[in-house]
């Protein structure tokens, strides 16, 4: 089946320009997992979405993110007056109900020129 | 807060050879240990856990172990082949209503 979706798989934008990226998760997932990996490094984790519950979003490093999930399905991270420093790899991984594993997607790619 | 530290960060070894990665985590409080690999323009993709109840895990040639007392739990690669060249990631998690901590990760290249 298909697996976890996300767009664009690659943006370029200037600084100070608003961004949005799209996870669409595997059908019927109902947690969803945003995470940002910097060139070499792990993986940070940014915001977490379970059903119908308050998101946790301790991850988020600053006011300028932020991600919302509609309808339980797709989700979007949204990062206002981009900076360099935001330059990274976005990743989304869902995971169904009484499933320990996470299924990522490829990623988005976003460099702040 | 929660935090996982993995070592090394790069790792490279002969072809055959075993490949250790080790991880600690802070939170007592964890009980799930997933190991992810990540291969170059590809997500994170899960290739063995375990859980707090069990000291030990394996599946054809990759092992984890844990050690809840010390809080380190390590991935082991037996007879490597140039396919596990990949970047690998070791995490920690509370429950399931929690967020996933991850390691920093570690490159592992398999020489020929």
């Known amino acids: 089946g298909a697996g976890v979706s996300q767009s664009p798989s690659n943006k370029v934008t200037e600084k100070g320009k608003d961004v949005e990226l799209r996870c669409d998760p595997i059908?019927?997932?109902?947690?969803l997992y945003w995470y940002r990996q910097s060139l070499g490094q792990g993986l940070e984790f940014l915001i977490y979405?379970?059903?119908?519950?308050?998101?946790?979003k301790s991850g988020l490093p600053s006011d300028r993110f932020s991600a919302e999930r509609t309808g339980g399905s797709v989700s979007t991270l949204t990062i206002q007056r981009t900076q360099q420093e935001d330059s990274a790899v976005y990743l989304c991984?869902?995971?169904?109900?009484?499933?320990?594993?996470?299924?990522f997607g490829p990623g988005t790619r976003l460099t702040v020129l | 807060g929660e935090n996982v530290e993995q070592h090394p960060s790069t790792l490279s070894v002969q072809e055959g050879d075993s490949a250790v990665i080790k991880c600690t985590y802070s939170?007592?409080?964890?009980?799930?240990f997933p190991w992810y690999k990540q291969e170059l323009g590809k997500g994170p993709q899960l290739i063995i856990d375990?859980?707090?109840?069990?000291g030990e895990k394996k599946d054809q040639r990759i092992a984890v172990t844990l050690n809840k007392t010390a809080k380190h739990f390590s991935l082991h690669i037996t007879e490597t082949q140039p396919e596990d060249s990949a970047v690998y990631f070791c995490a920690a998690r509370k429950s399931s209503a929690s967020k996933i901590i991850f390691g920093s990760g570690t490159r592992l290249s398999i020489r020929p």
């Open positions: 991984a869902s995971r169904p109900v009484g499933v320990n594993e996470q299924f």
């Open positions: 375990i859980r707090s109840n069990v």
């Open positions: 939170d007592s409080a964890s009980n799930y």
């Open positions: 059908s019927g997932h109902t947690a």
């Open positions: 979405f379970q059903g119908n519950s308050a998101p946790d």
